[in-house]
């Protein structure tokens, strides 16, 4: 168990619609990123938050807004979501002191767009 | 502009055998090279890592080689295990503001 919660675990919606996934740091961690997993691909960097801050910002959609909480959860908001945006939607956290520089991952939200 | 170039895509290995995994980058202000292990309907959880002033990492069966000069390096996972199957991910992480850059990826199955 990696310490970061991702809320929901599965998600199965329609094209056109709006969804928001949830992501939970470790504690004491103060950056967290979104990555995205198309089937039997690679991880897309989306979008990263420090301190409820914008920090870099990767392949995300315009379609696609994050924000990061002042108690550090963060959350991912996609809309008008298309049949492609089926994917593995991962949120990572690091920056909690002696381990900065390693990134923790979720277990995932797995997004399905009918 | 991919960042980290890794290859192979995808590697058969016999059970006992020595898996290899290599991974280039270009960018010379990445300061932290982080491997990443990934089975199906699970999050990537790190495996191992090395900074650039080192050469080469072990732990266990698992070996980072580092060639600074080469601006490459590589994942050998020694006495390959079936359960050693699984996707493995390279990374970079660049100075400023802690940012990731990931491999491809990397299909690993070991036959038992």
């Known amino acids: 168990d990696s310490g970061v919660t991702q809320t929901p675990k599965h998600l199965i919606t329609a094209t056109g619609q709006r969804v928001t996934l949830r992501c939970s740091p470790r504690?004491?961690?103060?950056?967290v990123y979104w990555y995205q997993q198309s089937l039997d691909q690679g991880l897309q960097f989306l979008i990263q938050?420090?301190?409820?801050?914008?920090?870099a910002k990767g392949n995300i959609l315009e379609r696609f807004s994050a924000q990061q909480f002042p108690d550090l959860h963060s959350e991912l908001n996609l809309s008008s979501l298309e049949l492609g945006d089926s994917a593995l939607y991962f949120c990572?956290?690091?920056?909690?002191?002696?381990?900065?520089?390693?990134?923790?991952f979720g277990p995932g939200t797995r997004l399905l767009v009918l | 502009q991919q960042q980290v170039k890794q290859s192979p895509q995808s590697l058969i290995v016999q059970k006992g055998g020595i898996s290899i995994i290599n991974c280039a980058y270009e960018?010379?202000?990445?300061?932290?090279f982080p491997w990443y292990q990934q089975f199906p309907g699970k999050g990537p959880a790190l495996l191992i890592a090395?900074?650039?002033?080192?050469s080469e990492k072990k732990e266990g069966r698992f070996t980072i080689s580092f060639n600074k000069s080469a601006k490459q390096f590589s994942l050998h996972i020694m006495d390959s295990q079936p359960g050693d199957s699984a996707t493995y991910f390279c990374?970079?992480?660049?100075?400023?503001?802690?940012?990731?850059?990931f491999g491809s990826g990397t299909k690993l199955n070991v036959k038992p």
């Open positions: 990374a970079a992480r660049g100075y400023n503001f802690n940012k990731f850059y």
């Open positions: 504690s004491g961690d103060l950056s």
């Open positions: 090395i900074r650039p002033d080192v």
């Open positions: 938050y420090y301190n409820g801050e914008e920090r």
């Open positions: 990572a956290s690091s920056g909690g002191g002696g381990a900065q520089e390693t990134q923790y």
């Open positions: 960018n010379t202000a990445f300061d932290y």
